[in-house]
């Protein structure tokens, strides 16, 4: 089993941000599936990685120039994400894209929607492009609030590099405010607060609602570090780290066999892969995951 908390959907219009960006980067060729831009291409890249159940954290928010970075618009549907989601239960798990700045719909009326609607349970935002806020900002409240009252988990980009306007958008501080003011909300720390690693891992050990994946930046600066605090278990984090890929970022067959090669402690692996994102997500009761597993 692997869970992989950021692998985004690859077909049609919905991957047209992430063509743009790997065009960019000249990358593009490396991913199969956006090549055929199909639901059955999507399911047999990741398939062929191991990866059982795909999260897609594809966003809908106004895009931003953040740095040297301009970032454009995300625009996948989260109807479409809820329509893979019911053609692939326990496969595939829509991530609600929610534009906190209110530009592309309301945000609380969106979250309504999508859980009573479109049985969706998981959202994404990011703040620090639009409306331009830390995500302690008193201005994301309400959406916390909505969130923790349906029960929902939330995925918070907090990349350094590329999540707002200064570097500090990333500092777990923001984090824990919101861990304190919502304590039964689910928070997963996309890019894990790169590159403020010790902070991070810290709070994650203090606070039981706090998630990390680094994707990618586990091999950046800090690599070491989340080796280290995983396989000596400190205050417990070997469960609060998550497994994401970023697909479709990074080619996702090397990327799990690189993740999986590295010097890991025997019974760790299990965790990172699956059991961890069975807590964060809430998934140990939802029927259709369930029966797919079985």
């Not at 996948?76 to 829509?94: C, V, Y």
């Amino acid at each position: 089993m692997i869970i992989d908390v950021r692998c985004r959907f690859t077909g049609g219009k919905s991957a047209d941000y992430y063509r743009t960006q790997l065009k960019k980067s000249g990358r593009l060729a490396l991913i199969e599936s956006l090549k055929e831009g199909t639901e059955e291409s999507f399911f047999n890249e990741i398939e062929k990685a191991g990866v059982t159940t795909a999260v897609s954290a594809s966003g809908l928010n106004p895009g931003a120039r953040l740095g040297k970075y301009i970032l454009p618009d995300r625009t996948t549907l989260n109807d479409e994400l809820a329509e893979i989601q019911k053609r692939n239960p326990g496969r595939f798990i829509a991530c609600g894209g929610i534009d906190v700045s209110n530009t592309f719909h309301n945000s609380i009326d969106e979250i309504q929607r999508c859980v009573h609607n479109l049985n969706i349970k998981v959202f994404g935002i990011e703040p620090g492009r639009a409306p331009g806020c830390n995500p302690s900002d008193a201005r994301l409240f309400a959406v916390y609030n909505i969130l923790q009252e349906l029960n929902c988990t939330v995925i918070i980009q907090t990349s350094g590099l590329k999540g707002g306007t200064y570097l500090n958008y990333a500092h777990p501080d923001h984090i824990e405010i919101v861990s304190e003011k919502f304590p039964d909300l689910r928070i997963i720390c996309a890019h894990g607060c790169y590159p403020y690693v010790r902070e991070a891992i810290a709070i994650a050990m203090r606070r039981n609602n706090i998630w990390l994946s680094p994707e990618g930046y586990l091999w950046h600066l800090g690599h070491e570090d989340w080796l280290r605090a995983i396989n000596k278990n400190f205050e417990g984090f070997s469960k609060k780290f998550l497994f994401g890929s970023a697909f479709p970022l990074t080619p996702i067959k090397t990327f799990v066999e690189n993740f999986i090669k590295l010097p890991w402690e025997d019974d760790v692996l299990p965790k990172l892969l699956y059991r961890n994102a069975l807590d964060a997500l809430n998934l140990h009761d939802n029927k259709d995951f369930i029966e797919f597993y079985r």
